[in-house]
């Protein structure tokens, strides 16, 4: 008899109604080990048609029953070889068979995100909407589902441009692709059972302790009162070693009702702190005990701190300036939206072989992206779709209200979903929306305060494009650090020159505050621009140098990684409409760019390979000072010898003392073998990726 636990890791995608046959009421009724609530993916099964009549209800659907396609989700209609020019109304269908033994389990459906708004019906009857919030997650109870038999979801989807949400009507830089974008699941739990978990954790100034406090939401579904007991366990990810313990802690719950329950704090002594170089992971289990049965909840977070002290960052007490890369999702033109985790994947590494380590997104991102960024140390400022100068441009009060009410939904969805996420150290609030109107103040400050009450422990940021005159006179100056978007030489004429100007004048319009170059680069999106990716080479190069010169420059985000689809793109047709603007094209192939952002962003600035007078070779490498600049702690050198038909032959690996910004070291390489035909060197970081690559062709010293 398989375990509760063994049946969780059973369930393949797809696997639904198999392995649900597999779980009989014998393995729910007898376990020592407490239930870990089990998901379900819907991701086989579906069906799928468009509506442009725009049905309302199932029962309208019925003279159209016929026309359905079978499908996956995620799912777009909008990817290549679709629709992709149809915005409308969509059906998604799935019939599945529920077990009986669900007859005694709490079961809901959640949506990680459905773009723009779901209607969601089982068995012919409403369950739940979700109206204009395309990329945040939302979960419905199953009242009317029926043990032992088939059940129908009907999802209807509707991706119209709307004027009282977020992103308003047309006003935004990205696809409109409408569908189940990303995944479904089933969850399966007791009747009392723990929602979802709160974490923060904080270390001392010190580094020698930090504070635990974690917060479950428990929900009671039952018509009886409950008395339960929660207590919780804290141990490093993948570690065998014994738990730090929370609680016992009781909690009386009333029927139908819920209750937030803080276990206090507790101290972790030599804790290990979450970095992007080294992204240590801690597991929280929490355990209610109730009338009839344990449940258990598991939730990863990380330990650290990153705080704004006068016009620079730190991260756990260390100075840092940081450079990165923004990635447009859904600009794959056979997935859009609905991607793939090895497609989000591959997109990462290539961001971190960039020497990505601060990132930014104009919309909640796909749980799985960060995941990657929580695993594998990138820095994330995630943020409210609120986008473009026409979003609050001569706002009635009622649209004005309407506005500020969605932003604030969508906002509470995104912390509720991914405050444990150590990767997020920044809520964005807005993104060009014009920091000198008065409509716009408005929102950003509802906005902020919000964010403040949910989550305090984050910064708060707008990216602004009205810095160029009168900066003081622009919102951008009222949050925890100044961010500019700037397109000197594409959207904007001038050149390094002009950029300097414009810093110049941030800088003394907000004195003491860090600044952080939100976007800059190269879009290839006017007539009069000429194509050609030297052209982002040089803005990459040359903007970035004038950069360095301000030491209040605290953060660089070049945009962007990716050509990227969207609804306003000037090139390309249908699922290939885009703008021309990233180091790699919409299938990823790298452009020459990519190697001249990937030497800008490392946080190297010298790198000699040459033969020496010894014999053998030398390594000489200087870091930078600023932009990017942070020690280098845990660090290798590995080297490769090509010899014989141009194939590895020998090599090694060094570990390497912490080099500080500005620092310089020589390294001695001695191969063995006599016919070099070139020597590669990669400089390494503790997650394994290289930070610059140097290659000598022979033994001339020719590179």
Same mark, same amino acid.
């Given at each position: ?26 393995? @729910? ?21 468009? #509506? ?73 009857? /409403? ?30 989807? #509707? ?46 100034? +010190? ?10 939401? %428990?929900? =009671? ?17 993948? $570690? ?22 803080? @276990? ?6 030599? /804790? ?73 994947? $591959? ?7 960039? =020497? ?52 604030? &939904? ?44 949910? &989550? ?12 160029? +005159? &009168?900066?003081? *006179? ?5 949050? &925890?650090?100044?961010?500019? =978007?700037?397109?000197?030489? $594409? ?25 952080? %170059? ?8 006017? /007539? ?11 803005? %990459? =190069? ?8 301000? /030491? ?31 180091? %790699? ?45 942070? !020690? ?23 570990? @390497? ?6 620092? *310089?070291? !020589?390294?001695?390489?001695?191969? *063995? ?9 990669? @400089? ?8 610059? +690559? ?10």
């Amino acid at each position: 008899m398989q375990s509760r636990r063994q049946f969780l890791h059973a369930i393949s995608a797809g696997g639904c109604l198999a392995a649900a046959e597999r779980l009989t009421a014998k393995t @729910l009724a007898n376990s020592d080990e407490p239930l870990t609530p089990y998901t379900i993916s819907l991701r086989d099964g579906w069906e799928f048609r468009m #509506d442009p009549s725009a049905a309302q209800q199932p029962s309208d659907l019925l003279p159209q029953m016929s026309g359905w396609s079978s499908i996956q989700v995620p799912h777009t209609w909008q990817s290549l070889g679709r629709s992709p020019e149809y915005s409308g109304v969509a059906w998604y269908r799935l019939r599945f068979q529920a077990l009986a033994e669900w007859s005694s389990r709490h079961v809901r459906i959640e949506f990680e995100a459905v773009n723009h708004t779901a209607h969601v019906f089982l068995n012919g009857k /409403p369950i739940g909407e979700h109206v204009g919030k395309g990329y945040t997650a939302f979960t419905f109870d199953l009242p009317q589902l029926k043990p032992a038999d088939e059940n129908t979801l009907l999802v209807r989807v #509707d991706n119209r441009p709307q004027d009282r949400m977020l992103p308003r009507n047309k006003s935004y830089d990205w696809p409109d692709d409408g569908g189940i974008i990303r995944p479904v699941n089933l969850l399966i739990t007791p009747r009392v059972f723990i929602e979802r978990v709160e974490i923060d954790a904080v270390p001392d100034p +010190t580094g020698v302790s930090a504070e635990i406090r974690i917060r479950a939401l %428990v929900r =009671n579904t039952s018509q009886q009162r409950q008395a339960t007991t929660l207590h919780a366990g804290i141990r490093q990810d993948g $570690s065998a070693g014994e738990e730090l313990r929370l609680g016992p802690l009781s909690a009386s719950l009333e029927p139908d009702g819920c209750k937030l329950v803080d @276990l206090g704090p507790v101290a972790l002594r030599n /804790p290990a702190l979450w970095h992007f170089d080294t992204p240590h992971l801690y597991q929280a289990r929490v355990e209610l005990k109730s009338a009839s049965e344990i449940q258990e909840f598991a939730e990863h977070f990380g330990i650290r701190k990153f705080e704004v002290r006068g016009s620079a960052f730190y991260l756990n007490g260390e100075k840092v300036s940081l450079i990165g890369v923004e990635r447009m999702a859904g600009s794959h033109p056979e997935m859009g939206f609905a991607e793939t985790t090895e497609w989000i994947d $591959s997109n990462h590494r290539d961001m971190k072989e960039l =020497n990505c380590v601060f990132t930014r997104v104009h919309w909640p991102q796909d749980r799985r992206v960060l995941d990657f960024c929580d695993r594998h140390g990138i820095l994330m400022q995630q943020e409210v779709p609120a986008w473009g100068p026409e979003t609050f441009w001569k706002t009635s009060n009622e649209v004005q209200h309407a506005l500020e009410q969605n932003g604030l &939904d969508q906002l509470r969805e995104m912390i509720q979903r991914d405050r444990n996420h150590p990767c997020i150290v920044v809520w964005g609030l807005c993104n060009e929306v014009d920091g000198k109107n008065p409509r716009t103040r408005q929102f950003a400050r509802t906005i902020s305060a919000e964010a403040r009450r949910l &989550d305090a422990s984050r910064l708060q940021t707008y990216a602004s494009h009205t810095l160029a +005159t &009168d900066p003081a *006179s622009d919102m951008a100056g009222e949050f &925890d650090f100044v961010s500019t =978007n700037e397109y000197y030489g $594409s959207w904007t004429p001038g050149g390094p020159a002009d950029v300097e100007s414009h810093l110049d004048r941030i800088r003394k319009a907000f004195p003491g505050k860090p600044i952080v %170059v939100s976007e800059y680069g190269w879009c290839e999106c006017q /007539p009069a621009i000429m194509p050609g990716d030297e052209n982002r080479v040089f803005i %990459v =190069n040359s903007h970035t140098e004038v950069f360095r010169k301000f /030491p209040e420059v605290a953060g660089a985000i070049y945009f962007d990684y990716d050509d990227y689809r969207t609804l306003v793109g000037d090139k390309g047709a249908g699922a290939l409409r885009q703008r021309v603007h990233g180091v %790699v094209d919409l299938y990823g192939r790298r452009k020459p760019s990519f190697e001249a952002l990937r030497l800008q962003a490392s946080p190297v600035e010298r790198a000699i390979l040459r033969e020496s007078a010894e014999g053998g070779y030398e390594f000489e490498i200087g870091t930078r000072q600023q932009l990017p600049g942070y !020690t280098l702690r845990g660090y290798s050198l590995r080297w490769l010898v090509y010899g014989y038909d141009d194939l590895p032959m020998e090599g090694g690996k060094t570990e @390497l003392p912490d080099l500080h910004p500005g620092s *310089s070291q !020589t390294y001695k390489i001695k191969p *063995s073998i006599p016919a070099v035909r070139r020597m590669v060197v990669d @400089l390494l970081r503790p997650t394994g990726f290289s930070i610059i +690559t140097v290659e000598c062709l022979d033994k001339a010293g020719r590179h």
